[in-house]
């Protein structure tokens, strides 16, 4: 307990460090903010090209029919995913370390559910007729093919957005309140309407409280569906590499695993940034830290049975596939993604290393460029199936890299908004793990 | 809104231990009607006030059954409306429907919760009811009705249990 | 069909521009229907022309000399699709790539549009008709009889007029074509004294040697020919023909061989001597009278043969004795890629070797009488005479000399000598290019003719449409000239050349014996043409077989190391560069190395190695006459010492008029004729590499099985047996057979097979519906892509371009897969060939994919495919194993059809739009329309009612299609055959399509 | 409380029955067929066409006389409608074979048929290919195969009406029914119980 919270800090601490962050940016903010936001032009202009002149823009080259986008689509749902596991399924556990994170990295499962589900629009061939995969009652009595995994998709990031969304914002609400009672002028009468009125009498505790855990309880399973469905946009499919009964719960890891590197390559720079290094401290990073190994050396597993599956199996698509992985014309690819991802998550077993920020955070670039590059991988088995005549190699161009700019920009720029508008630290979670004064001291 | 402020003693607390007997004396007196204010939810303040569980989790029940029936009654009578047969499977196949089903659940539950969170808090209103910032800051807040001789015996009360201040607001 | 000989066209009103129906296929699929559309009725109802059902017209082929019959099926008023009429003795009903493509020809964008006169500045100007004739009618009377007239008209009436208009004029005419296969006439005027082309029967052989010659891709008769060796030489019941190849390069022909033995270039003769001699002196069989050649013979025995051409002895001999004793037999050469400076004298080598054979009347039958033309010897002496001034006036019909022979030749600036140089073109030639004036005349689809590409044989054109631009037929510029001109020509007064023909089709009639002029006319027109067998002239030895001779070939430029032999072959596609300036045939990929839209230069790895070239380096081709630049294919199917370069690229004019790109190979020949005719196979060439480097646009992914089984073979011994694919796999590679399931997963899958029929009871699957499937037998397949063509033409598949192609993005709903086999250490380099389309599988893996039901399973077995449903998320083509799906990445609905080639597409087929998915559909349009007629008419559906596009057009009849649950019908018998597969079997995604394995005749001794 | 819960619950599964439920579409809705009895147009002359429903045609052709009035079987003139995917659009020819008799009634009728002269004579003598340019009325999407024959076979020659309305009252066509509606068409499916197969209309 006492490593979780600054030792001697008081309440009224607290609410005047989180408060302070919401103070009006400096430069360095700005600019980031600005920076953000061009790259998110890029990528609107680069769509706007793709539903002018149509798809063969990107670099698509058959039979790889999905490329950059849907990579780029696995990548940001997976990051998703250690956000809500922070903040829902570690709730339940009671775990202590959570309080100082979990804030911030759900608003960043929030906005990367956001960034994933533009691309199921942008990757299509007839994106104005996005709405077709959306079960709604139509003159010609057409339903979408509930078989379909893209329909499952569709139902499971809308579900996980909403979920996570409303999750968040009901854990705000307290915070919001307290940053309310703080503010003064325009901004209290803003506040005001965020805390939808929050008091915090006994009745509204009674109810929030259990409906926070209800809502933890149920985006539990949640988190672990959502990226066992995406991995069945594969699984699914009978494309050697791809039909693998693995993929559910080795996509959880990898999307826990990628999460969690996005965490710290946010967390470490926003800690000084707001300066609340005190409430978010080694403590947490080494926690953090510890759960990245843990998945990481799932990856590492899968990695092994997904090669010796193929091997053991005597399939001779299965293993000309892994082959051509390792040794094949896109072999750096798959080495990258087994070094940033298998190797590189076993430095983590050393403390030294778990509680060195500046180790964590050059880490967590190598994770955040593995993780890419798996789905890539993992794609790129469409280059060389069954039919060796129709074996291609994909090659992306500027449409792929345009869109995958624009997505980052798109998903910074929510992300700087938020942490300058809300607080990034539970503050009412965190007042919870610091004693009540008492009067008779303590007993 | 301007609704009309009740009349009452408001006292803050700064000692968990204080307002606890100030509540536990409240409720010997016989007096439901007082709110209590906190910065977080407080399990000694709970067992004072002696709070029994939410009735938000039925809505959660309910609206995940809801989503189950949703999802399986949709993809079903979806796919008999116009029988197409692909990659030659049943035209109503559960394993898939399994997925739509259980997003059903999940989404429709959590909605129905956070429903059931606010349909149920708004059975307390907090109109007019005296209120001080501190009380998202760290101090513990109690609101007793009352006014005249009855508030002023409520203000010895409150004062003598420890309350760091107490104002009466007619 | 055409059975009233009105001379009113009216009742063919060009009415598609305006769009009844007609300019409906071009709209893309979306939902544009909200603009306001012009309905536009016939002035006159025709009898014939019923609007949404196509009309029929029976006409000719004219896109190479074998002169094919075509059944023009055309929609309101517009040919929408070229195929074979089954009343033809030469196609019967079949047709090649290349005579489908001709309808391109009919609407190519670069067609001269109207006469134009070339101005002083040396641009042209365009004029009216009348401007026209008098000009010409004022040059040629100025002239006084200095007419040069250079024809590519076939036999026919046309020539015939042409003919004695130019001798009316006391001019002279040259019959111009390319390929004119000199050589093997000459050789018939030396060996037997007939100087002319033989039919022959390659149906009857039973065993073909070819020397070289590409008869299934440009020499003679290709269609007929392929008909002919699908028929022997594919597998029926436990006999097939054999065919064994000789010669330098490994073409499509030599990949249809049991076994291809490469001999050095010019050295086949040996060969045929050497067997001629094993036969005589074996006295296995042959005429009396070849006695006369056994001492002529003597000298060449197998061995010189083999250090000649080092092909192996034993193999000679054996080859001999089985082309003895197979009986009839037959041996073929002249091919134009294997022509070299002892052609003719190979040609007589292989006369001598079929005559001694006894093949000769039997397989080689004289009397057919093929039409040729004069020969390239005859077009150099005139073109001399033009350099000496001789001619005032050259006219040149439909016929391309200064792009067709070599620069070194320089027909060019002989012909500009000609003062004044008029063209009768469709397009804008080279040869136009250099003219004073181009006369646009009309395409074979648009005008009346008629052509005898053999004795007994009379085969029409007939007018199915308006002429598409402001063009005249050619016969009609003739008489209007005579009118203008009178003089000499005064004589040719027939008031059209419809009339001109009807006249002389009156004397035909009266020739034949027929009184009613006029029903003779119709009957023919209803047909064809009229039919009859080729008198059979019986052969005996010339005199100048006794002057036998067979020297090594000379070649151009110097032997050395570094330098090789030059082979220039005409490839199926381009021809003599007719196909160049056909979308279809650019993008179809070559049979042989799949290669689109470029040039290239064959070089054998070995060489590679050795000079250290990659694939799709630049490399400078040099030989004595001149110079070019081409990137390298290596290509294993080569004698060491030879480089090939395919023919009909380079020209100057072309498609979108800007030029083919690539090369002609031309170039680099010596345009001197050797007795009479080119060698394309006479220059030694050096190699030098460029360092610079071209992506060759091919459309090959692996060209290896990789032991997948996609393409099955087996030995006839095998299929004897009645082997099966697998089984003859495992003796082959001496495993034990590969089960593809075990008992008792056989036992799971039919339980979960009936699970899956009774579930599917609903809606419109509980009713009792055909299961329609095709079967393709390997062993007749010999990859020529007519079918492909026929799937362009009837399903509007886009042509997207070689930029596209490199990307992987051609959209060829039916491809020809191309496998090698062997090749490395030591063993023979083979092909295999696999058409692989949608396999419209039972457990369609794409269907349940879909997000939006776009692809879904219909009721008989299709596996269809809802263009305007489908959103384009290419879940179903990734999902695909057989890959046979394609997208639209771009709107190809609105660059690939330029005015006005849009005016071909089939309105029962929706031309797809942006962002959708599209595949084979089993021309699901056919099997509807079928349906529907039959409802009409109260009767169920017959076997035979429903034929796709693409076993329609295939030559050897490779294809089957119909409906798999009627027991009774050709397409349940062949998926029963033994040699029956799946490809990707064990997968169980059950296809509809049944692959029999091909059968190989291996010399097992 | 527990009562407010119930309700909730309620409505949550309200809603999701209605979406799945009130989705049949009042537009695809069709005009029944049949055969109408004596009518008598009404007097109209070119003037009043901009007054009529439906596009202005470069010919004032009364479908209310024809059809209606005299009774003309809609095959006489629309030739191919019983045994092609496409109706047919008469021919002048067609429309001479009595016009070069009749020359109307009234003015405006002697008005229109006289420009259908003119236009007649003009395409056969001279060889431009000048006619006239009917406004098409009922465009189906180019995606969609609507074969004529089919249901005419199945509904009998009258079946005109169902999809295209009371021709034979309308002065001047317009479009009843949407029939680039897929809806209209798959309403008329499922009641004659014919086939809802993808591929009979999209390939």
Known sequence: MASTVHHNQTHADVTRDVVATLGTPGRGYTLLLLGSVACFLVGLVTFLFLVKDGLGLAGYKPPVMWSVFITTFVFWVGIGHAGTLISAILFLFRSPWRTAVYRATEAMTVFAVMTAALFPIIHIGRQWFFYWLLPYPNQRWLWPNFKSPLIWDVF????????????????????????????????????QIFSFNWKGTQHQWQHYSRGYLYLAALATPLVLSVHSVVSWDFAMAIIPGWHGTIFAPYFVAGAIYSGVGMVFTLLIPLRKALKIEHMIGEYHFDNLAKLTLLTGSILFYAYAMEYFVSWYSGNTFEQTTFWRRAFGPMWWAGWTMIICNAFVSQLLWFRKIRTNLTALFVISIFINIGMWFERYVIISSLQNDYEPWAWGQMGPNWADWGILLGSFGWFAM??????????????QEIKEMIPMPRKRGAH | MAAKRVPGVLASFAHIDAACDAIRELRASGRKDFTVYSAFPNHELEQALGITTSPVRLFTLIGGLTGTTAGFGMTIWMSRDWPLLVGGKPIAAIPPYVVIGFELTILIGALSTVAGIILMSLR?????????PAFTDDRIGIFVPGSGEQANGIHAMLDQAGAMEVRQNA | MADEPSSTLDRRKFLAVLGVTGGSAAVLSGCSTDRVEKLIPYLVQSEDQVPGIATIYASTCTECASGCGLHVRTREGRAVKLEGNPEHPVNQGTLCARGQAGIQGLYHPSRVRSPR????????????????????????TAAQGKVAVISGAGRGTYRDLLGAWTAALGGKLVDYEPFDHESVRAANRQIFGLDQLPAHDFAKARYIVSFGADFLETWLSPTENQRGFAASHGYIDGAMARHVAFGPRLNLTAMNADQWHVARPGTEGAIALAMANVILAERTTGPADSNGLKNLLASWTPEQATQISGVPTEIIRRAARDFASAGPSLAVAGGIGSQHRKATELCAAVNVLNYVAGNVGRTVLFGAELQSGDGYGALVEMTTAMAAGQYQVAIVHEANPAYATPKSGHFADKFQKVPFKVALSLFPTDTAALCDLVLPIHHALERWDDLRPRKGITSLMQPVMEPVFGTLAAGDILLKLSKKAGGPLASFNAASWEAHLKQSWAGFAKAQGNGDADGFWRAALARGGVFGPAPVTPVKLAAGALQLAYPAAALDGAEGADSFTLSAYPTSMLYDGRGANRPWLREMSDPVTKITWQSWVEIHPDAANRMDVQDGEILTVTSPHGSIEAPAYLYGGLHPDVVAIPLGLGSNRTFDGRGTNGINALDLLNGEPTG????????????????????????EGTPRQLGRGLSDSMTLTQAKKGMTPSLAAAETEHHPEVEVNTEAEHAALRGFRSAQDEKIKLGAYAEDHPKWGMSIDLSRCTGCSACVAACYAENNIPVVGEAEVLRGREMTWIRIERYWEGGDDGEPLEARFLPMMCQHCGNAPCEPVCPVYAAYHTADGLNGQVYNRCVGTRYCSNNCPYKVRYFNWFAYNKTAFPEPLNLQLNPDVTVRARGVMEKCTFCVQRIRGAQNTARLEDRPLADGDVITACAQACPSSAIIFGNVKDSTSRIAASSRDRRGYHVFEDINVRPSVTYLARVIDRAEA | MRKLAYLAAGTIVLTLVATVTLHRDPAAQQTAATVNDSITAPRLGASDTAALKGPRQPIFFRHDIHAGQYKIQCQYCHYTVAVSSEPGIPSLQTCMGCHSIIA??????????????????????THDRVTVQWVRVHTLARHAHFPHMRHIKAMGPSACFTCHGEVSRMPQVFKVNNINNMGFCITCHIERKVTRDCTACHY
């Open chain 4, 104 to 125: 109307g009634s009234d003015s405006s009728a002697k008005a229109e048929i006289r420009k259908l002269r003119t236009l007649a004579d003009s395409a056969t003598k």
């Open chain 2, 124 to 132: 307390n209103p907090t109109t007019g009811l005296a209120y001080d």
């Open chain 1, 156 to 191: 499971a990031i809308s579900t996980y957005f909403t979920v996570s969304a409303t999750f968040l914002v009901v854990g705000l609400v307290p915070d919001v309140a307290a940053a309310r009672d703080k503010m003064t002028g325009w901004r209290q009468k803003v506040y």
């Open chain 3, 676 to 699: 009479g005719y080119l060698a394309y196979t006479s220059t030694r060439v050096t190699l030098a590499k460029t360092g610079k480097f071209q992506a060759i646009a091919k459309t």
């Open chain 3, 117 to 140: 006169q070339r101005q002083t500045d040396g641009s042209f100007k365009d004029i009216s008709w009348d401007e026209a004739i008098a000009l010409l009618a004022a040059k040629l």
């Open chain 1, 414 to 427: 929510y992300f700087l908004l938020f942490a300058r508008t809300f607080p990034v630290v539970a503050i």
